[in-house]
């Protein structure tokens, strides 16, 4: 039998699952990392701790699976995206912790920069709006406040990467310092055209271009893992960014295919194939997973907390004790009794990009209970993706002539049946759920199977996406216009006077 083991590394957990040929799911294993938070709208992770655990998960993964090493034919790798790590290229120690891509320490950088004027080659060039969340502020943040980095970085013994590139400089001890495009396309730093870093930028924000990863396509030769990690070398053949993984592996593999992942944030993909024509309603340009020799790019909208409120009533509020009780407390009351809650911690991203906007809960009552409460954050998930459907259907008519047609889902909220017949009514359009809801890891391993010759092409692979389930509008039309609108006042109270 050949497997394909995938490594999931995100936001809050590192996972690996292994699939077998086909795609299904053989074993998982999964564990929770600490999420640091030094400041309000900083937010850091221990490199190291994101490299044990998932190390950890692989092992434990294989030993779960019950299959040999040498049944392992490749490995895959998905990551949060934009998060940043600086390292000692001689010790591979970090020298500071993970700046995530949640975090927000970098906003006067930003409005520095864009009082400069770069802002409009950032987006022409890059397809990014000039925003705290991209990792390229925050290498200049690093490099500016730790004289260690700095010195480093002027000896030549420094090294960049987001996530992916950490895990394979662990996996193969040092050998290999490399990314791949979809990676490289959400640094703030990259060519989207010419496929390569940008020197222009690089000089701009003070980034020597020596600390910077190789770029490779998302399948391709990246590393061999060191012997003494899995009892035998296995190659690393598949890494894409966790969005741009999870549109490979819903088989969105023609333009005007999209997907919405729900996980601690939420992120809408849609294949524009060979079109990387800046957005004109706030979106963001970005390649695609390349598997093949041609270049295919997407248009994004990211809403920075998805899934995240979930985690907040359970940790914030101790509204549940566990994440999946929130839909049974959701359920509990027959609607949100004119609560809106526009979960802005982190600011809002797509497509207001409001990087100074704080949450806010509107319509209380001395009737509401944290069952509307929840209900509320349930709600808040669909609206903000609502809100980057209608940007991206504006996009889709423009370059097509035709709005989207349906949405594929997938994360760990696609198995709430309550958010995604929510989403449907709110959207108008069906929602589809394919069975493997695992499709960020599922991307990986797909990729990592056609870079290692075991799948022929993207027609085979396609035939192994299934759908399980769709959720069609029931909702009147009036009546979820009138909620839409609701919350796009909350969001217009959220960011009143915010820059």
């Given amino acids: 039998m050949t497997y394909i083991l995938a490594l999931d590394q995100g936001t809050s957990s590192s996972r690996s699952i292994i699939f077998n040929r086909q795609g299904r799911i053989i074993s998982v294993a999964q564990q929770e990392f600490e999420q640091i938070y030094p400041k309000p709208g900083w937010v850091e992770h221990n490199p190291m701790e994101i490299w044990h655990s998932q190390l950890r998960t692989a092992n434990l993964a294989i030993e779960k699976a019950g299959v040999s090493v040498k049944d392992i034919a490749a490995i895959g790798i998905t990551n949060q995206r934009e998060t940043t790590i600086l390292w000692n290229r001689e010790t591979g120690e970090p020298v500071h912790n993970a700046i995530v ?60 990467g987001t996530v992916d590139s950490w895990l394979i400089w662990q996996l193969s001890n040092g050998d290999s310092h490399v990314t791949d495009v979809s990676n490289a396309s959400r640094t703030m730093l990259f060519n989207l055209k010419e496929s390569s870093w940008d020197t222009r930028l690089l000089e701009s924000l003070g980034i020597p271009a020596n600390i910077m990863p190789k770029v490779l396509p998302s399948a391709a030769d990246f590393a061999m893992t060191h012997k003494n990690l899995f009892g035998k070398q296995l190659p690393v053949c598949g890494v894409a960014g966790d969005q741009q993984s999870a549109l490979f592996g819903q ?77 049974a407390l959701a359920r509990s009351v027959s609607d949100s009794g004119g609560v809106c809650l526009v979960p802005a911690f982190t600011g809002l991203g797509a497509p207001w990009w409001k990087p100074d906007a704080r949450g806010t809960i509107t319509g209380i009552t001395r009737g509401t209970t944290i069952a509307h409460i929840a209900r509320a954050a349930l709600e808040s998930i669909a609206f903000q993706s609502a809100s980057v459907l209608q940007a991206m259907s504006q996009e889709a008519i423009k370059s097509n002539g035709s709005p989207l047609m349906e949405l594929r889902v997938d994360g760990g ?55 399980d389930r769709i959720f069609s509008p029931s909702m009147p039309y009036d009546q979820a216009q009138e909620m839409f609108e609701k919350w796009e006042h909350a969001v217009n109270q959220t960011t009143l006077d915010k820059a």
């Fill in 251 to 327: 088989a969105c593999f023609k333009p005007g295919m999209a997907k919405n992942t729900y996980g601690t944030g939420c992120f809408m993909l849609m294949n524009t194939g060979s079109s990387s024509e800046p957005s004109e309603h706030g979106l963001l340009n970005t390649h695609c997973a390349q598997a093949t020799n041609t270049t295919s790019y997407a248009i994004e909208g990211s809403v920075f907390v998805g899934g995240a409120v979930v985690q907040w009533l359970r940790d914030g509020l101790n509204a549940i004790n566990h994440s999946s009780e929130v839909e």
């Fill in 413 to 467: 909220a696609a198995a709430n049946n309550f958010l995604m017949q929510f989403q449907a009514d709110i959207l108008g359009i069906p929602v589809i759920r394919p069975s493997n809801i695992e499709t960020t890891a599922l991307g990986a391993a797909w990729l990592a199977g056609i870079g290692a010759g075991i799948y022929k092409d993207l027609d085979e692979l396609e035939q192994y996406w299934v759908q």
């Fill in 101 to 160: 891509w949640q975090d927000r320490r970098t906003n006067d950088i930003c409005k520095k920069l864009r009082a400069q004027g770069l802002e409009p080659y950032i987006n022409q060039t890059t397809g990014l709006r000039l925003d705290p969340y991209f990792s390229a502020t925050k290498i200049k943040w690093i490099l500016e406040t730790n004289h260690v980095a700095r010195r480093l970085a002027n000896e030549g013994k420094l090294a960049f």
